[in-house]
């Protein structure tokens, strides 16, 4: 079970600052909601290192917490996400399940988020979809939307890794998945 996700967004070339995050927090997974501007390979071998750190300090009895390799990481392509060869390593969207939820991840400037976040929502749930991520606004965000409990969505925005805005300093979030549910914490670099 993937049990630590870290989630960032808009890092615009300064991938040096997803790798401070991704040594402080040893994840499991990540996933980046676009405006990378760098290589993704990059990315992928600095969480694998992180995470053949953190299982050399693991005793046998801590097999539990073993991260597997290759570290899982989706990359979502931005608006600013237009050129270099590393581009055709993006995607526009990613739906996929993890650990019994299913998310709908996008940078969100198609779903014109900077608008309002009623098309992301219902994109997500025309998808099937509990949790909706998105990035593009450098802001954070974390709200659940709908009723019943079979139409609401959770919205996450991390924030920007390395530009944010509104006054906000430069965030990022983890998603910890426990047997029954998970938090969100949203971290400051």
């Known amino acids: 079970m993937i049990k630590k996700v870290l989630i960032v967004s808009d890092s615009h070339g300064k991938s040096s600052n997803v790798k401070i995050a991704i040594d402080r927090e040893y994840p499991d997974m990540l996933i980046h909601l676009g405006d990378i501007e760098d290589e993704p390979d990059k990315i992928r071998r600095w969480l694998d290192e992180a995470a053949e750190k953190y299982n050399s300090h693991l005793t046998s009895k801590d097999s539990e917490s073993r991260i597997s390799l290759p570290v ?18 993006l995607k526009q969207v ?3 399940k993890l650990n019994g939820h299913k998310f709908f991840c996008s940078h969100g400037h198609i779903q014109g988020v900077n608008m309002g976040l009623t098309n992301l929502m219902y994109t997500a749930l025309e998808n099937d979809c509990d949790i909706a991520m998105y990035g593009h606004t450098h802001v954070p965000f974390d709200e659940s939307f709908g009723e019943e409990e079979e139409n609401r969505v959770r919205i996450l ?4 890794i390395s530009l944010p805005r509104g006054g906000r300093r430069k965030s990022y979030m983890v998603m910890t998945f426990f047997e029954e549910g998970f938090e969100v914490e949203l971290k400051e670099l």
Do not use: H, L, M, T
Not at 72 to 89: H, M, S
Not at 157 to 160: A, E, K, L, Q
């Open 72 to 89: 899982p990481a989706i990359f979502i392509q931005g608006n600013c996400d237009r050129y270099g060869d590393y581009k055709k390593e």
């Open 94 to 96: 990613s739906v996929f």
């Open 157 to 160: 925005n991390p924030g920007s």
